[in-house]
């Protein structure tokens, strides 16, 4: 059985019948549609759609992208397709794992998004190496100066000011001041 997903994003002012249309032609005798975004895992009608495919059935979309935005989360989707036995077919990229040179075609798509994996991984390892060579940290930029940390902690240690009021002040959590507290109380210990 051909089972077709249609996927529209959420907010969008988009319909599904240009897709609904295509997977017709291409012969799809049930459709599972919804509204989603493609980087979402969490899609009722795709989780309904893999539970109830069968083996020799043929999931077909109108793009690849229609199954998710993500290369990592499409090659899951597509393994779950393959794990039942089932083929996997796109309208418009002429990807099709029903015939080898599909699945040769998929495998080659694997093996390249495993690669950029990696080379994102060894870049940013390299990069956060050179940062901390050059005696940078990551993170967010802190709010307050060291001059503002300092205003802060007198202020609120010696009863002047609440935590509530020197955050108002500054324009910064009270959580923010509670941490600058503890990090203040947790430098004076000794040892």
């Known amino acids: ?41 969490d899609r009722p ?8 495919i069968r083996t020799e059935d043929v999931v077909v979309v109108w793009k690849l992208d229609r199954l998710s935005r993500s290369l990592k989360d499409l090659l899951a989707i597509l393994d779950r ?12 990229e002429a990807v099709d794992t029903t015939i080898p ?5 998929m495998q080659m798509v694997g093996a ?16 956060l190496a050179a940062a901390r060579a050059e005696g940078r940290i990551g993170g967010r930029r802190h709010k307050l100066n060291p001059v503002q940390q300092a205003d802060v902690i007198d202020n609120v240690l010696s009863g ?3 935590a509530a009021q020197m955050a108002r002040l500054y ?3 009270e959580a923010t001041v509670s941490r600058l507290i503890a990090a203040h109380r947790q430098a004076m210990l000794p040892g």
């Not at 009608?45 to 109830?52: A, P, T």
């Not at 397709?81 to 418009?92: D, H, L, P, Y």
């Not at 390249?112 to 990069?127: D, N, Q, S, V």
């Open 171 to 173: 324009n910064i959590s």
């Open 45 to 52: 009608e795709l989780h309904r759609l893999l539970d109830q």
């Open 101 to 105: 040179a599909g699945r040769m075609m």
């Open 160 to 162: 002047r000011r609440t």
């Open 112 to 127: 390249f998004a495993e690669f950029e994996r990696a080379m994102i991984r060894e870049r940013t390892r390299a990069g």
């Open 1 to 41: 059985m051909l089972l077709g997903y249609l996927r529209v994003s959420k907010g969008d002012d988009q319909s599904t019948a240009l897709q609904r249309r295509a997977l017709t032609q291409a012969g799809v005798e049930r459709f599972f549609e919804e509204t989603a975004s493609g980087g979402c895992w």
């Open 81 to 92: 397709i393959e794990e039942r036995g089932a083929g996997f077919r796109s309208v418009t």
